[in-house]
C-alpha cells in the first residue's frame, strides 16, 4: 500500500471596506481503501461553511482537481473583486 502525504490548503479573502470575509480550504488525503479524497469547504469566516467531497481512483486525479481549485481561487478579483491570500 502506497501511502501519500496529506495536503491541505486555505485561503482568505478580505476586504473589510466592504465588510467581506471569505476562506477556501481544499485537501487531498487518502481513506483506508487508497482512494484518493479531495474535500473543500468554502463559506464566509465564523460562519458555517458548506462542504463538498469527492473520491478519485488515482492520486494524480486528486492532485488534478485541487489545481483547478487552485486556479480558480487565483481568478478572485474577477468575480468577488478581492484577492483570495494562502494563510500558513
Known amino acids: 500500500m502506497d501511502l501519500w502525504e496529506d ?10 471596506a466592504r465588510n ?6 481544499v485537501s487531498v488525503s487518502t481513506d483506508l ?11 464566509r469566516c465564523g460562519s458555517r461553511p458548506r462542504n463538498m467531497r469527492q473520491s ?18 487565483a481568478s478572485a478579483r474577477q468575480r468577488i473583486g478581492t484577492d483570495y491570500k494562502m494563510v500558513a
Open 56 to 73: 478519485f481512483s488515482s492520486r494524480a486525479d486528486a492532485e488534478a482537481a485541487m489545481r483547478q481549485v487552485y486556479a480558480r481561487r
Open 7 to 16: 495536503i491541505t490548503i486555505y485561503w482568505e479573502a478580505r476586504d473589510p
Open 33 to 43: 481503501f487508497g482512494v484518493a479524497i479531495v474535500e473543500r469547504a468554502w463559506g
Open 20 to 25: 467581506m470575509t471569505r476562506f477556501y480550504r
